[in-house]
């Protein structure tokens, strides 16, 4: 059973500090992972898709690593910003199984 | 739509009662999920669609939760006789190929609360 852990749970810095958050899974036969942010009382956003061939992708201030033999992907936002405050969560696509599994989340506050 | 789109975005019902909530994939996809993410809490799969069948139901809560999808397109997840563990919000997802490298995209929800 493919397990997804997001550390830290909750993270809380200043504007224009570069964020890292980080997700480890223990199945490494993926299609792909994905990061999502929400927003409270919102639906998933999707950032970033990075399909199991690829070792990064970037978008704007976004960058998201994966190594997929270690089961390790981690999300930069450059720069932060007031607006980034949200949850942040990684979802992997598994070979073995049908679903998107889905870590606890990183709840980010980025402060003024 | 542009988006997947769920209805109705809240619902309150009363204990004992069945409640119906609607999915609206994206055109053409042909894979739906459905979660649930109770109050603080993370995403739980529930059941995953692949055209018309679902070849995963092993998230499904109990017997009173079944779901099902027509055409490839439209999905109803229903809940009998609600009880109130079952408020939470109740997200849906498609992507163009849920076996392939292809990204999910959410509905907003709709949450769902039973007193």
């Known amino acids: 059973k493919q397990e997804v852990t997001q550390i830290p749970a909750a993270l809380s810095v200043p504007e224009g500090e570069n964020l890292v958050l980080n997700c480890s899974f223990t199945?490494?036969?993926?299609?792909?992972l994905q990061w999502f942010r929400q927003d409270p009382g919102k639906g998933l956003t999707s950032l970033l898709l990075?399909?199991?061939?690829?070792r990064e992708q970037t978008s704007g201030r976004l960058n998201a690593s994966l190594d997929k033999s270690s089961g390790r992907s981690t999300l930069y936002i450059a720069a932060s910003q007031p607006g980034d405050s949200a949850t942040y969560l990684c979802?992997?696509?598994?070979?073995?199984?049908?679903?998107?599994?889905f870590g606890a989340g990183t709840t980010v506050t980025v402060r003024a | 739509g542009a988006g997947v789109s769920q209805s109705p975005s809240n619902k309150v019902t009363e204990k004992g009662k069945d409640v119906e909530l609607r999915c609206d994939p994206i055109s053409g996809h042909t894979a739906l999920y459905w979660y649930r993410q109770s109050l603080g809490q993370g995403l739980e799969f529930l059941i995953y669609?692949?055209?018309?069948?679902?070849?995963?139901k092993s998230g499904l809560p109990s017997d009173r939760f079944s779901a099902e999808r027509t055409g490839g397109s439209v999905s109803t997840l229903t809940i009998q006789r609600t009880q109130q563990e079952d408020s939470a919000v109740y997200l849906c997802?498609?992507?163009?190929?849920?076996?392939?490298?292809?990204?999910?995209?959410f509905g907003q929800g709709t949450r769902l609360t039973v007193v």
């Open positions: 997802a498609s992507s163009p190929d849920g076996q392939k490298n292809t990204e999910a995209f």
């Open positions: 990075i399909q199991s061939s690829q």
């Open positions: 199945d490494s036969a993926i299609y792909n």
């Open positions: 979802a992997v696509n598994g070979i073995r199984d049908y679903k998107l599994s």
């Open positions: 669609f692949q055209g018309n069948s679902a070849p995963d």
